[in-house]
């Protein structure tokens, strides 16, 4: 086995964090997955993994070694097709990740559409309401919304969205509209759990900061579920403007306290390798970035 095999195999096994779940995925046996492992920290004279009664994990030369054979193996498959004469055709495995709901309204129609377009393409999407590591995870292309860290990835801005109060029609109607935030402490709100764990909500008054701390009838984990409950008239509710753009736009529901709103939060989508990257990356990210610009929803 060459030394691109072992890296492949060592991959695959800090992955699945098992021998056996790796020796499946490669199609090999347990027991050669095991002594390509052991080649390799033999010749490389350090411990890349630490095995336990359940599962394998990396040691930090492993995390090192992880990140160095994605980088060495993605730069031979690129060397390869451009040698080849076909770099400039997308093909090959795109790994993205986006916030949930946000990949389920964005994201998933333009992976439908870039992968009718480009059929050697497949896509591996991790959707999910955390900062992903993109190195550690192997992430090609990530959609971030909020400030981002300086990094060496690359990023575009593709728009940017608001921190909306929003209720019902027929809750406004009941209760009245709140004039200020103060009054968001005696009001029904329901509260998205996965907005940050501080039931805090800020605003800015007059170029002042202000939170309220409001008592929440109903807390639930999925920004979805809150939305569906201010839909049905139980109350306010405090998410990102694009969750609830199509409602607002339906009538379903309506926006208050916007002179209170901090200041518009960008989205951009990030990726890893620059010019380098390969041709699947660079078409996919020029792909997503004209699409999410051109969305009204996006846009101040």
């Known amino acids: 086995m060459d030394r691109f095999q072992e890296m492949q195999v060592f991959i695959s096994v800090a992955q699945e964090q098992g021998f056996a779940a790796a020796a499946r995925r490669l199609g090999l046996s347990a027991p050669s997955v095991t002594r390509a492992v052991a080649a390799l920290e033999q010749r490389i004279g350090t411990q890349l993994l630490t095995r336990t009664t359940r599962n394998v994990l990396l040691t930090e030369a492993g995390q090192r070694y992880l990140e ?15 040698a080849a004469g076909i770099h400039a055709l997308p093909r090959g495995q795109l790994t ?19 992968l009718e377009r480009f059929p050697e393409v497949s896509i591996n999407a991790l959707l999910v309401d955390r900062v992903v590591s993109m190195v ?12 981002l860290p300086d990094s060496g990835q690359h990023a575009m801005r593709v728009g940017e969205v608001r921190r909306v109060i929003c209720a019902s029609p027929a809750f406004l109607a009941r209760h009245g509209r709140p004039r200020h935030p103060q009054e968001l402490r ?20 007059d170029g002042t900061p202000l939170s309220v701390r409001p008592e929440p009838r109903l807390v639930v984990t999925a920004n979805q579920a809150a939305i569906s409950a201010a839909c049905l008239g139980l109350g306010l509710t405090r998410v990102l403007s694009y969750q609830v753009a199509g409602k607002v736009a339906a009538g379903e529901l309506e926006i208050v306290l916007a002179e209170f709103e901090l200041a518009p939060l960008p989205i951009h989508v990030v990726y890893q390798g620059g010019r ?13 970035v004209q699409a999410l610009r051109e969305h009204p929803a996006l846009q101040p």
């Open 68 to 82: 160095d054979s994605r980088r060495i193996l993605a730069e031979l498959q690129d060397a390869e097709a451009s």
């Open 186 to 205: 005696q009001a029904p709100v329901i509260a998205p759990s996965s907005i940050g764990q501080s039931r805090s909500w800020l605003f800015d008054e």
């Open 136 to 147: 550690e995870e192997g992430m090609d292309v990530a959609v971030r919304i909020g400030e």
């Open 96 to 114: 993205i990740t986006a916030p949930v709901l946000f990949g389920e309204l964005f994201v998933t129609p333009l992976m439908v559409d870039y």
């Open 276 to 288: 380098k990257a390969p041709a699947r990356v660079r078409s996919f990210v020029d792909f997503a």
